[in-house]
Structures are given as C-alpha cells and as structure tokens.
C-alpha cells in the first residue's frame, strides 16, 4: 500500500483535467488521465488498496463523476482529508468511495508511516498514533459495501422482492 499525500485545495481539474470531460467516460478511459497535472507518476503507479491523504478542500471544482469514478476504479482504499468540497464527498458515496475527514491524522502522517483505517469503528492509525472519526451513518457504510448507489439500490429492490 502506498500512501499518496498532498496539499489543499486539490480540484476537480487536478484530479481529472477537464479537457478529457467529453472523450472519457468509462473507468478505463479515466485511469490514465487521474491527477496527471498534479502528480504525473500517479496514474502509472497507483495501486489497489493505495490511501490518499490531502489538505483542506479537497475535490472542490466542477461537479464532475470522473475524479470520483477514476479514483474508485483504480482501487483507493479511502481519501482521508482536513475537509472535503460537499459536492465531492456526495459524488464520494455516490460512488461508494470512502472519505474521511481528520485533519489531525494529516497532520500527523509521515512518509512511510504505516495507515491502518476501521471505517466501521471510526479510527485511522498512523504509525503509533490512533485518531477517532465519527463513525459513519450505517446507509452510508451498506452503499460503501454494496459498491456505491446504484448496486446499493439493486440490491435493496432484489431483497423487497
């Protein structure tokens, strides 16, 4: 697992350059384009189960489903930031990307520490340090488990049947 850190203010146009909004749809067609102006070794590197650690404000910009689609597909295991722009972190759940919100464990984390997150518990460990968020709404952690909204609803419609 790599952890990715970077700065505040990361937008929408860092994370997916705008350019690409009509001519790049499907994950597969994101991917290689995913923070190409802010960190061009990321696409090519990036692994499953790879954590990203950012600054305030994170994902604020247009509202586009690419960033969030992109960093789904890629296999983050979660966002964790100072804070989030609100239409990222809805396109987040849409999309059933875990984000969380601890300026503290930011603060805190150093290159090669190791991160261990329980999202159902509410802590994130950075090296020796333990950090509590508040734990998540359980609609937002069953369509984190089901993949994101809509196998969230599929599934959720199959059970009433």
Same mark, same amino acid.
């Given at each position: =697992?790599? &952890?990715?850190?970077?700065?505040?203010?990361?937008?929408?146009? =860092?994370?997916?350059?705008? $350019?690409?909004?009509?001519?790049?749809? #499907?994950?597969?067609?994101?991917? !290689? @384009?995913?923070?190409?102006?802010?960190?061009?070794?990321? /696409?090519?590197? %990036?692994?499953?189960g790879?954590?990203?650690?950012?600054?305030?404000?994170?994902?604020?910009?247009?509202?586009?489903?690419? !960033?969030? %689609?992109?960093? $789904?597909a &890629?296999?983050?295991? /979660? +966002?964790? /930031?100072k804070?989030?722009?609100?239409?990222?972190?809805?396109? *987040?759940?849409?999309?059933?990307?875990l984000?969380?919100?601890?300026?503290e464990? +930011?603060?805190? @984390?150093? $290159?090669?520490d190791? %991160?261990?997150?329980?999202?159902?518990?509410? +802590?994130?460990? +950075?090296?020796?340090? #333990?950090? @509590?968020? !508040?734990?998540?709404?359980p609609?937002?952690?069953?369509?984190?488990? *089901?993949?994101g909204?809509? !196998?969230? %609803?599929?599934?959720t419609?199959?059970k009433? $049947?």
């Amino acid at each position: =697992m790599t &952890v990715w850190k970077y700065g505040d203010d990361i937008n929408t146009d =860092m994370l997916f350059p705008g $350019k690409y909004t009509y001519t790049c749809s #499907t994950p597969e067609e994101i991917k !290689p @384009h995913l923070l190409e102006d802010l960190d061009a070794s990321f /696409a090519e590197n %990036v692994k499953e189960g790879d954590i990203i650690f950012a600054g305030k404000n994170f994902g604020c910009g247009s509202s586009r489903e690419q !960033p969030v %689609v992109g960093l $789904k597909a &890629v296999g983050i295991k /979660a +966002v964790i /930031a100072k804070s989030f722009a609100r239409i990222f972190y809805r396109a *987040a759940i849409n999309q059933g990307l875990l984000l969380i919100e601890s300026a503290e464990a +930011v603060n805190a @984390h150093s $290159k090669g520490d190791k %991160v261990i997150i329980d999202a159902d518990k509410g +802590v994130i460990i +950075v090296g020796d340090e #333990t950090f @509590h968020f !508040p734990q998540l709404p359980p609609e937002i952690i069953a369509i984190q488990q *089901a993949g994101g909204l809509l !196998p969230y %609803v599929r599934k959720t419609l199959k059970k009433q $049947k």
